[in-house]
């Protein structure tokens, strides 16, 4: 069983700053890629950031230029550092990856919890 886990959301005001963290646990083979998504009340869920295993990013348009996605592979972790938040910002933000997992070696998208993200204006 492999568990997500997501901490740093909270209350910034406009032009703040919030660093979110996921940490993937459990019977873990390899992570490919690792991402965060955000979804604001009344709106569908969109991808904020993805990062693959060798590195590469992709960032929403929206985001571009004021977030930045970075992972640890020996420690299964993935951050979202945000900067220069604006109130559209505000969100649920999931952390997201595709783990291959022990016994069965097949590889599976998995979810965390969500972490409430409020900006102010």
């Known amino acids: 069983q492999v568990q997500l886990v997501e901490s740093g959301g909270g209350l910034v005001q406009a032009g703040g700053s919030l660093r979110l963290s996921c940490e993937a646990s459990?019977?873990?083979?390899?992570?490919?890629?690792m991402a965060w998504y955000r979804q604001a009340p009344g709106k569908q869920r969109e991808l904020v950031a993805t990062?693959?295993?060798?590195?590469?990013?992709n960032y929403a348009d929206s985001v571009k230029g004021r977030f930045t996605i970075s992972r640890d592979n020996a420690k299964n972790t993935v951050t979202l550092q945000m900067n220069s938040l604006k109130p559209e910002d505000t969100a649920v933000y999931y952390c997201?990856?595709?783990?291959?997992?022990?016994?069965?070696?097949?590889?599976?998208?998995?979810w965390g919890q969500g972490t409430q993200v409020t900006v102010s204006s």
């Open positions: 990062i693959l295993s060798g590195g590469s990013t």
């Open positions: 997201n990856a595709y783990i291959r997992t022990f016994p069965t070696m097949t590889t599976y998208d998995y």
């Open positions: 459990g019977s873990i083979v390899s992570i490919n890629s």
